[in-house]
């Protein structure tokens, strides 16, 4: 994949924009665009300007048309900076649902030991269709007591992932600064 998007033209609104999607960019998609979007959020979150509406509409604003009890215009920077550290852990955990994507082998971390196995003969035997030579055939037969796989600790894993991704595109009209 190859991404090439100019800054913003001071004369028009036209950027110039190089696109090209090679066919193996698409066989993990979500990897691919996790390397991409991964930067641009974490970019986002350390050059930010402000938070969206649904976190800062707190109520007592001093510009507000809407008269509101005292106790509200009180409390709105407390308020305000709740709602701007809520929009910081939104930002946080889809942060960290697209490194996991970007890493490719997070869930290495739930297989535990060594997967030992050997390959066996067996008394089941073939015909090669094209020799016609009778062949014999092997099993593997693995040792399970030595390796395990955390099955509990991936799925939550997964749904922690998930839940990044779910606030992702929740928000993604408010991914702008």
């Known amino acids: 994949m190859k991404v090439k998007i100019n800054k913003f033209p001071r004369k028009s609104l ?3 924009i190089d696109i090209q999607i090679e066919s193996f960019d698409t066989w993990s998609l979500d990897h691919t665009l996790a ?12 050059t930010k300007h402000g938070v969206p ?5 707190v109520g007592g604003e001093d510009y507000s048309e809407q008269q509101s009890f005292d106790f509200y215009s009180e409390t709105y920077p ?3 900076e709740k709602g701007c550290a809520r929009w910081e852990e939104v930002l946080d955990k889809m942060i960290w649902s697209f490194q996991q994507l ?13 997967g030992k196995f050997d390959w066996v003969k067996s008394d089941v035997t073939y015909t090669d269709p094209i020799t016609g030579k009778v062949e014999s055939t092997y099993q593997i037969v693995t040792d399970n007591s030595t390796n395990w796989f955390d099955v509990d600790g ?16 929740k928000h ?3 991914l702008w600064d």
Do not use: C, W
Not at 35 to 46: G, N
């Open 14 to 16: 036209d950027r110039k």
């Open 35 to 46: 390397l991409i979007i991964l930067p641009t959020l974490l970019q986002l979150k350390a």
């Open 53 to 57: 509406a649904e976190f800062a509409d």
């Open 78 to 80: 407390e308020a305000f």
């Open 102 to 114: 970007a890493l490719e082998d997070y869930d290495s971390k739930y297989h535990h030991g060594d």
């Open 154 to 169: 991936m799925v939550m894993h997964e749904n922690r992932i998930q839940e990044g991704l779910d606030l992702f595109g």
């Open 172 to 174: 993604y009209r408010a």
